[in-house]
């Protein structure tokens, strides 16, 4: 019977998928970890399906888990990911006991990252982690920061803390994710309002990855790049946890504007920071975000209400001035967004995040254009 893959030399087993998690989740080898793991000594390649005629999603007309996983791979790498998570997932319906199966769940989790389906990637990562964590723990734990990750993407910063936990108990994280994964749990406590404690973990943070480059001669700028970026984003959660109560409490008003503001610029020199690391993971996002800090600077504002006991005229003015003098922000994201593009090759802001700088620039000249002309 004609087979592409007809029993596949057992160097197949050693394939590496490589280059797919957009932040560097690990990837693995098809069954041979398992197999390891559990002691055997070669490859079992186990039952074969024999199907009447070819089959639709193997093109084969009787094929094994090898061949299933050889065929994932297949369309991995032409960037098929939905028929990369057709063919993984038979291997789980199919051969549900085989070597195969534990990283054919981490590929489906992986190929659903791939297409932007995290919550699926979620579950996957975690019947994952619950198959290989008695044989491999110190693998659960790295994927276990992965969930938290991707639990953090989804602002699922709450859920996230319990895998973060999980993975820094275990003590089984390298250096560098572990330090990861302790800057993720002071995020997570800054969303959930302990915004002081969360600072003071980062800042722990940063004494330390600067103790060890001088210890080991080593440089980290990704980590380094890191710690500041969440630093700044901590700032930045803070500043918009501020609700002005009243606004006809001319003091209270005060001082919420410049706490605000006081926040937000510590926000905005985190993210300068972030961008002297030149590490483009993070210079592309700290990049759209030392703008928009001035446009939802502005935002906040035109937000407060109008003051009690002006008439309705009186409130219409009240809006137009307000509007009129937060223009200044716009002015201000304007520069920022002009110097970000014409520094982007030197500071690496790249790819996507570079389109993302050069469309919010486009919007706010748009806007400020749009009233220079009404005001002629």
């Known amino acids: 019977m004609p087979r592409s893959m007809h029993l596949a030399p057992l160097a197949l087993v050693a394939l590496l998928l490589v280059g797919c998690s ?34 639709p999603v193997t093109g084969l007309d009787a094929y094994t888990a090898e061949d299933l996983f050889q065929l994932g791979y297949e369309a991995w790498e032409k960037g098929d990911f939905g028929l990369a998570r057709v063919r993984y997932a038979r291997i789980l319906s199919e051969f549900p006991s085989g070597p195969f199966a534990p990283p054919a769940r981490f590929n489906l989790a992986l190929s659903a990252e791939q297409q932007g389906q995290l919550d699926d990637a979620i579950t996957w990562y975690g019947d994952y982690v619950t198959v290989i964590e ?18 953090q993407d989804l602002e699922r910063f709450r859920e996230s803390a319990r895998p973060l936990r999980r993975a820094l108990d275990s003590g089984t994280l390298e250096l ?10 002071a995020r997570a406590r800054g969303r959930m309002g302990e915004f002081d404690q969360a600072e003071k973990d980062l800042e722990i943070l940063r004494r330390e990855v600067k103790r060890t480059a001088v210890a080991l001669n ?6 380094a790049a890191m710690i500041w970026f969440h630093a700044a984003e901590l700032y930045r959660d803070r500043a918009h946890a501020l609700v002005l109560v009243d606004v006809d409490d001319g003091g209270a008003a005060g001082r919420w504007l410049e706490e605000k503001a006081m ?4 926000s905005r020199k985190c ?5 002297g690391y030149r590490v483009p993971d993070w210079s592309g996002p700290a990049a759209l975000h030392v703008g928009l800090l001035n446009e939802e600077f502005r935002q906040d504002l035109l937000t407060i209400e109008v003051p009690r006991g002006l008439d309705a ?7 137009d001035v307000l509007e009129e003098r937060t223009l200044a922000f716009l002015d201000k994201a304007r520069k920022d967004y002009r110097w970000l593009m ?3 090759d030197d500071l690496r802001v790249e790819g996507t995040w570079r389109d993302e700088v050069r469309a919010a620039l486009d919007r706010v000249e748009m806007e400020l254009g749009r009233r220079e002309h009404a005001e002629r």
Do not use: C, N
């Open 342 to 344: 014409r520094d982007a």
């Open 313 to 319: 005229d009186a409130a219409d003015v009240y809006r």
């Open 218 to 223: 080593e440089s980290f700028p990704r980590e």
């Open 271 to 275: 993210f300068k920071r972030t961008l």
């Open 22 to 55: 957009p932040r560097g989740a690990a990837l693995h080898t098809s069954g041979d970890a398992h197999l390891r793991a559990h002691g055997a000594g070669r490859l079992h390649l186990g039952e074969v399906h024999v199907k009447a005629g070819a089959d």
């Open 263 to 266: 926040w937000l610029l510590e």
């Open 176 to 185: 560098t994710a572990d330090w990861e994964a302790r800057t993720l749990q």
């Open 134 to 151: 008695p044989t491999d723990p110190a693998e659960a734990a790295a994927v276990r920061l992965v969930i938290a990750r991707l639990m």
